[in-house]
């Protein structure tokens, strides 16, 4: 076992044993403090802090701030191809494997999408290779019990699965350990048990953009730098794009992004509230026009599985880069998503009142994660398995009956 001087305990210092597990110790620590407040603003001392040794003590085990994101997004991983592994057999047992996984690493939803985009581009791409091979294992185990299934759809499938556990980054909730496995088993059987619809083999018809009022000419440059802003903060990350990529995005100078807004993070904020007033606008507004719980659910889920095809980058800046906000605009962002949040566990209570307000708030996560997700970051998510699968795959993490298509005249009701 390795050793460590203590300063001050002598021309030599006093020699301590460290404690076995230090790494294990360090790599926890840190992805919980890059999960809570993100990567940028933690340093290395806070997390020596944290695991009560000295910064100095920390570096000998990691030699930067880099190396030790690498390493905590990899040993997550790592405890995740451990548990698909062992639920080889069959689809309940990878589901019984995985939710214990999903909840010892509940840092790993928001390290992947968030963090791990500041990783080396080879780094990451290595990182999504072993991904890719653990999700395939998985689609294998699932093919064996639906062969009916295209190799395309059941990936899709398993990478929903991870996505509807791995949303547990997005809240803070803890219910008894064995009620929440149970739970989320199976809210995964139900997932990995949903059919493709055949009228959406072909992909759902996309719904025109709810267009804004034309901007008044000294209005159109800002409104462009909005647009081009929120796509940039979602693929690279706030602190990864410069104003100069962003005038560049519009044909402008750099300097001249600060005609329209003072400072960088004041136009985060402003393409921030910019992207929260149109996802309200259209999903808010298909439930206000339904009559009874049921049909306003339905109209809202197709609202906002509408609205995630078209705007992803709007979805995908709103949950990355948040905690990038100054502490205002912060608070503002956070209560949005609480009474966002609200609205679709209530109308999920009223649809299913077999379910408590802990059950309806995980499914509700759930679906939001499995549907940003699937338009975002899953390979195949614009193809023929995202149309048949994504909104089938949405309703059974919240535990609703398969729909007709629209204008059919089976949509669900209320009873």
Request: include cysteine.
């Amino acid at each position: 076992m390795a050793a460590e001087r203590v300063p001050g305990a002598g021309a030599a210092g006093r020699v301590v044993r460290r404690p076995p597990g230090r790494k294990a110790q360090i790599l926890a620590a840190a992805a919980e403090q890059f999960h809570r407040r993100g990567y940028h603003l933690v340093s290395m001392a806070d997390v020596a802090a944290e695991v009560g040794i000295t910064a100095p003590a920390l570096y000998r085990h990691f030699r930067s701030k880099p190396e030790l994101l690498l390493r905590a997004v990899d040993t997550d991983l790592q405890a995740l191809r451990t548990a698909v592994r062992a639920g080889g057999g069959s689809p309940a047992d990878l589901c019984a494997a995985l939710a214990p996984a999903a909840v010892d690493h509940r840092a790993l939803g928001t390290l992947w999408h968030r963090d791990a985009r500041l990783l080396a581009p080879a780094q990451r791409a290595a990182l999504r290779r072993e991904l890719r091979t653990d999700v395939r294992a998985m689609a294998r185990t699932l093919a064996r019990s639906r062969p009916e299934l295209s190799a395309e759809q059941a990936e899709f499938l398993c990478w929903s699965l991870l996505s509807g556990y791995g949303s547990l980054s997005y809240h803070t909730f803890a219910p008894p350990r064995r009620w929440f496995e149970t739970l989320l088993r199976r809210i995964g059987g139900e997932l990995l048990a949903v059919a493709p619809r055949a009228e959406d083999r072909a992909g759902p018809p996309a719904a025109p953009a709810v267009q804004p009022a034309a901007p008044a000419a000294g209005e159109s440059r800002r409104e462009e730098l909005l647009l081009a802003a929120v796509r940039l903060f979602h693929e690279r990350g706030f602190d990864n794009v410069s104003t100069d990529r962003i005038g560049a995005a519009v044909g402008i100078a750099g300097p001249s992004v600060y005609k329209h807004f003072a400072t960088k993070a004041e136009l985060l904020a402003a393409a921030l509230v910019r992207s929260r007033e149109r996802l309200w606008h259209e999903v808010e507004g298909a439930i206000a026009d339904s009559t009874g719980p049921a049909a306003a659910l339905d109209a809202g889920l197709r609202s906002y599985l509408d609205f995630a095809r078209r705007h992803s980058h709007y979805l995908g800046a709103m949950l990355s880069e948040t905690e990038r906000l100054d502490p205002a605009d912060r608070r503002a962002a956070v209560d949005f998503r609480r009474d966002f949040l609200r609205v679709w566990v209530g109308l999920l209570q009223q649809v299913r009142p077999d379910y408590d307000t802990a059950e309806a708030r995980i499914r509700v996560h759930a679906m939001f994660a499995v549907v940003n997700d699937g338009v975002r970051h899953r390979p195949g998510g614009s193809g023929t398995a995202a149309a048949g699968l994504l909104e089938p795959a949405a309703r059974a993490v919240l535990g609703l009956p398969a729909a007709s298509a629209p204008g059919t005249g089976k949509e669900l009701v209320d009873g």
